[in-house]
T-cell receptor, first 113, second 108 residues
């Protein structure tokens, strides 16, 4: 089974802090994604990476950046956390064929105070 | 841009059938996925349609009409464990965009 592991299940950070959310997958998938999920808004794509060192902006990239130095790891960075970034963050991966389903991690519930 | 619409909530009785509709207007289309998400858990894959027609997988079926920008997920013989959110998602190149999800509540 594909395993997508997010480093933290719950995080509490202060406004202005730099925050790193880590995601690791063990199935040699080319594509990796970061979403945030908010009630009534569903899953919104922040950034994705179709290969190592490659990244593309999703629908809501403002206030975020990403890093993909190794194939198995995709990091989401909040340069200066704000209260409107309080959310559930979900990482996902899939092979590069474009038609395989996404496999999700269990999510990180981030609270910015 | 992407516009993916699905109803917010649906309620049905155990043993019944429920149909969750999804309409989409997207800049490109490479297929449509349905996911199930139980409260507090990650979404899990249910089905994928790329051609028009019906795909059946046990109690769950998914239908696609590309010309109408329309899909539905059919859940038959509902069980209490089917109470969850159901997410419609459209694939465009590498990017998977989701609707807001439909919360299905199954009552005894």
């Amino acid at each position: 089974d594909v395993k997508v592991t997010q480093s933290s299940r719950y995080l509490v950070k202060r406004t202005g802090e730099k925050v790193f959310l880590e995601c690791v997958q063990d199935m040699d998938h080319e594509n990796m994604f970061w979403y945030r999920q908010d009630p009534g808004l569903g899953l919104r794509l922040i950034y994705f990476s179709y290969d190592v060192k490659m990244k593309e902006k999703g629908d809501i990239p403002e206030g975020y950046s990403v890093s993909r130095e190794k194939k198995e790891r995709f990091s989401l960075i909040l340069e200066s956390a704000s209260t409107n970034q309080t959310s559930m963050y979900l990482c996902a991966s899939r092979p590069g064929d474009g038609y395989s389903p996404l496999h999700f991690g269990n999510g990180t519930r981030l609270t910015v105070t | 841009g992407q516009n993916i619409d699905q109803p917010t909530e649906m309620t049905a009785t155990e043993g019944a059938i429920v149909q969750i509709n999804c309409t989409y207007q997207t800049s490109g289309f490479n297929g449509l996925f349905w996911y199930q998400q139980h409260a507090g858990e990650a979404p899990t894959f249910l089905s994928y349609n790329v051609l028009d027609g019906l795909e059946e997988k046990g109690r769950f079926s998914s239908f696609l009409s590309r010309s109408k920008g329309y899909s539905y997920l059919l859940l038959k013989e509902l069980q209490m464990k089917d109470s969850a959110s159901y997410l419609c998602a459209v694939l465009n190149d590498y990017k998977l965009s989701f609707g807001a999800g439909t919360t299905v509540t199954v009552r005894a």
